[in-house]
Each structure stands twice: as C-alpha cells, then as structure tokens.
C-alpha cells in the first residue's frame, strides 16, 4: 500500500513514521523548500506524549525539552504581578509533560523517519483526482504521484483540505486574534526572563519570552483584532500593535525579522462535517484544529497520526465480506477477482477512516469548546479582567486551588 502526506509537519511526519513501521510506501510532500525555523514554544503533553513514547521516541523528546520554572505576569517595569509554579501544571499529568520547541519537535519526528520514507521540500500540491483503485496528487511541477491514500497534513490552511472539501472559509472559525513569533539575541533579556515563561500583564495584547539554550530569546506574540485578514506587512502591524508595552518589549520588537523570518498567523480552529472523502482523509490542524488557546495542538497532532496508521492497520486485517458471494461468481473467476480485490481494499480502507474519525473527533471537539471558553481569559480585553486573573494566581497556593487554577491555565499561552 503507498501513501502520500502532504505536509511536514508534527501530524505528518508522525504519521509517516507509523505508515512505514506498518508496511506502507510513504512519500511526504511539503510545499516549503526546507524545513521552518519558525515556531513558539508549546507544552507537550496528553494523547501525544503517549504515542511518542509508544515511538520508542520520549527520551529524545525528553533531551531537547526545557525546564521551566515559572509561568509569571509582569509589568511595564518588569515587576511580577501574578505567577504559578510550572510544576502545578506537570502534577496534573504526572510529570508527564516536556516543554519544547515546535521546530525542535518537528526535528526530532523528521530525524526518526528511515531513508525509505520520500520527502521531498518544494512541492506544492496543485490537483488532486478521485479514482475508484487510487488518488492522484499533481505538484506544480507536473508530476503526478498514484496512491492508495493521500492523507492532508498541511495544517490549518490545508491545500489538501480546499482541493477536496471546498474553500477554508467553510471551515475556518477565527477566534478573534493573531498570534506571531520570532527568535533573537540579546544576553540582558535572557538574564531577566530567567528560567521563567515571562509575560506582559497586559490587556489587548500579550508579548511572552523565554530563554533557550543556545543564548537566544524566543518571543510569543498575541493580540485582539477584529478582522482575520492577515496583514501585507506583519513587522509593522507587530510594532504598531505593541508599541506602547513596557520592561523587554522594545527590545523584542526591534529584533522582530522581516515577514520572510516571522511566523504569523490568525488564531483559529477548523470544523468539518467530515474528516474523510474517498481515498483522501486529513490528519492534525488540517481537520483538528484546536488553536493555541487549548495548548494542545501537537499533542493532539501526533495522536490523531498514531490512531489513524492504527486504524489503517485494523482493518487490513479485518474480514470484509465477499462481495461476489452472494452473485453466483466465484473467486477463482479471472473476470471479477480483480474487480473484487479492489471492493475489498476500498471498504477496509472506509472502515479504517471512519473508525478514525468516530474515536479522535470527541476529543477534539471537547477541547476546541475548553478552547473557547478560554477566551476572555487568554489576553483580557479590560482591566478588571487582568485584576480577577491577579487574584485567581494568587489563590493557587490555597490547598486544592492550585489544582482547578493551574488546570485552566495549563498550555492555553503556550500551544
């Protein structure tokens, strides 16, 4: 069985490496011509975490993660307004949980995968053809690639998704914000941030840093907006919007790169009536988009990978009933056996999607609604919100209350 992933994401690449463990061909196609540098920081834990230690890939997850102490408000001058202890948040899964960076993650994922998996960088998907026995996926420079299954793990704004189910505006729920992110150096913003997740105690806007390993700063940047389109010259739109926050943030927005460097982008989720069409399904952000209001995307990703390569598996080994028995035909008949292989091939596959489908789509829904209801949460919009937030923070040190406050904060900045 062969398989094309477009996308070389954390969902793609997860699933390419369970394809190929199971047998399959896999080819991964991903329209940038090399893998991104861009990325924020995102608390990995849940589902995902699960299936990469199933991997046999947790240590090396464990390796180039990070040790946050703190997640911690500040003001314009750089005084702590409210602060948790990161490890309130690593008691709620047992410990179970690694900070890390999402081009680290997809590294590590990428660095996993045999020589035998394809991936090939600058291929763009421009068609894809419905047959009965196969899918044809056409990149831009003509080629056509033949599978029995191409699996959409191109993210939100899946290429896949709007070759096969129609325009993204169908799907697409913004949120209310756009979201940003860049790496810089400077030695004294990494002495004040620490070994702390350091964030603006700020209304509108909210501009977060943590030092890495190798010297440098990485920033996260969200702020409200009305409307989704993203602008022709995020960097402005970044300076102008934060321009009047104090402590580092003139630092990190002089260091802001040019559109080229930057990630941006609109805080959204995707819904879909369906997951699945035929021989083409999707897989992470493409179809499970929580956003990073639910800091769990990635992990969220990863199984969403691990159950659909399971499911795909199952079901090559379930009994799928003749569909010649009942016809007078027989199996031996030179005539309809190959016509009936190909039944028997196009129902499993069925089978192995929906039962896909059926067990990840509660998941996400649930956390797409935890999601939501973050939302006044997530960057406050008046300042008596930051004040009861202030006091919910400080409440965390009270017996039992540590639990529901770290639980309600827990990935929502940071996935």
Avoid: N
């Amino acid at each position: 069985m062969k398989a094309v992933v477009c996308g070389a994401g954390i969902a793609g690449l997860a699933l390419a490496h369970q394809l190929d463990a199971d047998g399959w061909s896999v080819t991964v196609l991903e329209q940038a011509a090399a893998p991104r540098t861009q990325g924020y920081m995102i608390d990995f834990f849940g589902p995902g975490y699960d299936a990469i230690e199933r991997m046999g890939l947790l240590p090396r997850l464990r390796e180039r993660g990070y040790q946050v102490r703190a997640l911690t408000y500040r003001d314009d001058q750089g005084h702590r307004r409210a602060s948790l202890s990161f490890a309130r948040f690593a008691d709620l899964v047992d410990g179970r949980l690694v900070s890390i960076m999402r081009p680290d993650l997809e590294q590590l994922l990428r660095e996993a995968l045999p020589p035998r998996v394809a991936l090939r960088y600058g291929s763009r998907l421009t068609r894809v053809d419905h047959r009965a026995d196969r899918v044809d996926a056409t990149t831009a420079d003509g080629t056509v690639h033949r599978a029995d299954l191409l699996v959409g793990a191109d993210g939100v704004h899946s290429t896949v998704r709007r070759l096969t189910f129609g325009d993204e505006r169908h799907f697409l729920r913004h949120l209310g914000f756009h979201t940003a992110a860049w790496v810089f150096d400077d030695p004294t913003v990494r002495e004040a941030v620490g070994d702390e997740f350091a964030l603006t105690d700020s209304t509108r806007r909210q501009l977060g840093c943590y030092a890495l390993r190798d010297g440098r700063v990485a920033v996260f940047a969200v702020h409200r907006v009305t409307d989704p389109t993203l602008p022709a010259d995020p960097r402005t739109t970044l300076q102008r919007e934060y321009a009047d926050l104090g402590w580092i943030a003139p630092q990190a927005l002089a260091a802001c790169p040019p559109a080229d460097e930057l990630y941006y982008d609109q805080v959204a989720q995707i819904e879909l009536p369906h997951w699945s069409q035929g021989r083409v399904v999707l897989v992470g952000d493409a179809c499970q988009a929580v956003s990073l209001l639910a800091g769990q995307g990635a992990s969220l990703a990863v199984a969403g990978a691990e159950t659909l390569a399971a499911e795909l598996s199952r079901a090559s080994a379930t009994p799928v009933p003749d569909p010649g028995a009942h016809s007078g035909r027989t199996a031996a008949d030179p005539r309809t056996a190959a016509a009936d292989a190909r039944v028997i091939a196009t129902d499993r596959l069925a089978i192995a999607l929906r039962r896909y489908e059926t067990a990840m789509r509660p998941i996400v829904a649930d956390t797409q609604r935890t999601a939501r209801r973050g939302v006044r949460w997530f960057v406050p919009e008046r300042q008596w919100w930051l004040r009861v937030r202030r006091l919910a923070l400080a409440a965390a040190g009270l017996p039992g209350v540590d639990r529901i406050i770290a639980r309600s904060v827990v990935g929502k900045s940071r996935g």
